[in-house]
């Protein structure tokens, strides 16, 4: 149970989404965009954020859209990622998706949801980084299309009157060989000690990491370390591990000596598993 009032507003357009926002803020509601809900309303239910107005996307056609247009595959914010992975139109996502918390959460998470989330895992991001895809933002200044390099740093730089609308993805990234490893403690549901989308491109490995900093990262570094044909495979895993952009996660899923354990592990599937492809 949410232990406060709340105003709900469903609009059906961007602007009326806007437009909204604005009023209700200037109004002193404190609203929120809320696409896929999941995370906003466990943190209402502890009383961690406190909106006096929501105002729920999932009607703007526009963020329900999961089609190729020409040479890109739109996909909107509001998509569930059980749908991603039922339409499979992007396989890699589609699996990234398939692995994030069960399938009755999976109904209820968004893509916009989970990418723009507070939980640092947001897995659902990680081959859009590696596609180098486009994110589709609405809001005052109207909509606009940004890499997704100069938007997600760490997590989504958005201004708190903007949201996520679509993202935008070359078809060229849709058939690419892949590989996805999501890593847990025990199990097949619960967070992950580490997963990894990985994708090969002009004979080019391209890695995306989630569950073992603080935050989900594409890092080029680590990528000149894989792709160096001078080093070894095991001295490419050791300055992988040296080159981390933070520290690796240490808590109650699993200390940082045994996720770093794993990643090697996993660094080692990965490279093998694109030998010859």
Not at 26 to 35: A, E, I, Q, V
Not at 118 to 123: A, D, F, T, V
Not at 186 to 202: F, S
């Amino acid at each position: 149970m949410i232990p406060f009032d709340f105003e709900y507003y469903k609009p059906l357009t961007v602007q009326k989404a806007v437009e909204l926002f604005k009023y209700l803020q200037t109004h002193g509601k404190n609203p929120l965009f809320f696409s896929g809900g999941t995370e906003i309303i466990t943190f209402a239910r502890r009383n961690s954020i406190q909106p006096r107005a929501i105002i729920d996307l999932k009607s703007i056609p526009e963020s329900n859209v999961t089609e190729l247009q020409k040479d890109n595959l739109v996909i909107g914010s509001c998509v569930s990622l059980s749908n991603l992975s039922a339409s499979n139109l992007f396989p890699l996502l589609s699996a990234t998706a398939q692995g994030v918390a069960d399938q009755t959460a999976r109904n209820k998470i968004t893509l916009g949801g989970n990418i723009c989330g507070e939980i640092y895992y947001r897995e659902a991001v990680l081959p859009l980084l590696l596609a180098d895809s486009q994110m589709v933002i609405a809001g005052p200044q109207g909509v606009k299309d940004i890499n997704i390099h100069d938007v997600f740093l760490q997590r989504m730089r958005l201004e708190k009157s903007e949201f996520l609308l679509q993202t935008i993805t070359n078809r060229v990234y849709l058939s690419l060989p892949f590989v996805h490893f999501k890593k847990r403690q025990i199990g097949n549901v619960g967070y992950p000690l580490v997963t990894v989308a990985a994708l090969k491109k002009e004979n080019q490995i391209r890695t995306a990491f989630s569950g073992v900093c603080s935050f989900p990262f594409r890092s080029i570094e680590v990528e000149q370390i894989l792709n160096n044909s001078k080093l070894s495979l095991m001295e490419k895993i050791d300055q992988v591990i040296l080159n981390l952009p933070a520290p690796v996660i240490n808590n109650t899923e699993g200390s940082a000596d045994y996720r770093t354990f794993v990643l090697k592990n996993t660094l080692f599937e990965i490279v093998k598993a694109f030998e010859g492809r």
